[in-house]
């Protein structure tokens, strides 16, 4: 029986893999890219990949995330089941700009899921996304 992401390929859904720094996702990647090719879908799949990003710009961000990102994935549970969620990054943007190129993960991805903290509101969250948006992603090429 193939694993649970080979056979997401053959119903037309799409990849948000859990764990993702690592060669062995990335083998993961090129095995459900293959399962989706054979399973004969006529465009390529969409893989993604969420990440906490924080561009430390102003004291607030500093306050709430100063310490630095964690370096690791964590693991968490979801509706009774393990997930793991990809790993968070707090900087000055031009630290962080360096940091997020080393990450294979992100540089493999179709679509970058960036999870912000909904505890914070939404005025602060819209800060964080525009932070990104304005320090972090020209840098890299995002759109």
Not at 24 to 48: I, L, N, T
Not at 71 to 93: C, H, K, L, T
């Amino acid at each position: 029986r193939p694993h649970p992401r080979l056979a997401a390929a053959e119903p037309d859904l799409h990849l948000v893999p859990g764990r993702t720094r690592s060669t062995h996702r990335q083998s993961g990647r090129a095995r459900f890219r293959k399962a989706w090719a054979d399973a004969g879908h006529p465009h390529e799949p969409r893989v993604s990949v969420s990440r906490s990003i924080f561009a430390l710009v102003d004291d607030r961000d500093r306050a709430y995330f100063g310490r630095g990102g964690d370096e690791s994935d964590q693991v968490g549970v979801i509706d009774n089941s393990v997930a793991r969620f990809g790993r968070s990054y707090a900087d000055e943007p031009d630290k962080l700009i360096e940091q997020l190129r080393e990450d294979e993960a992100i540089a493999a991805a179709d679509t970058l899921l960036l999870t912000v903290p909904n505890q914070l509101g939404v005025e602060y969250n819209a800060h964080v996304i525009e932070s990104i948006l304005t320090h972090v992603a020209p840098a890299l090429g995002w759109r």
